[in-house]
């Protein structure tokens, strides 16, 4: 699968219970219904999926979307050690922890700042 098409452009996001963790997903699901890029599972990383995680460190492009400082999506990419090439944190794209609902004008922002973020 390395090497596939498919694989070359991946997304990793957030999927908390908190409000920009649900943008981070959310915003993830439609770049690649959109054909940005593939979401690709997180969890996976975690748990050592040795296949997962070549595939991941094999892509040419990883997003990787965080929604709160904590940066739970960031740090298990690192310690899977897989590099990224953009990474976004929604509390810092103005998306507020508790107070920003997973709107669809929300996720619109956010895809848009994820593109261009993934994109340069």
Avoid: H, Y
């Avoid at 991946?10 to 908190?18: E, H, N, V, Y």
């Avoid at 590099?83 to 922002?109: C, H, N, V, Y």
């Amino acid at each position: 699968m390395a090497g596939d098409p498919k694989f070359a452009k991946l997304i990793f996001s957030c999927s908390g219970c908190a409000d920009v963790g649900e943008i981070a997903d959310q915003t993830a699901r439609r770049l690649t219904r959109d054909g940005v890029g593939r979401m690709f599972c997180l969890a996976s990383m975690a748990a050592g999926i040795e296949k997962k995680i070549k595939i991941a460190q094999d892509a040419d492009k990883v997003l990787v979307m965080d929604g709160c400082p904590l940066d739970c999506a960031s740090k298990t990419l690192a310690a899977a050690d897989i590099p990224w090439t953009a990474r976004l944190r929604m509390t810092d794209q103005g998306f507020d922890k508790g107070e920003s609902p997973a709107t669809p004008e929300r996720i619109d922002l956010a895809a848009d700042i994820a593109r261009k973020a993934f994109e340069s």
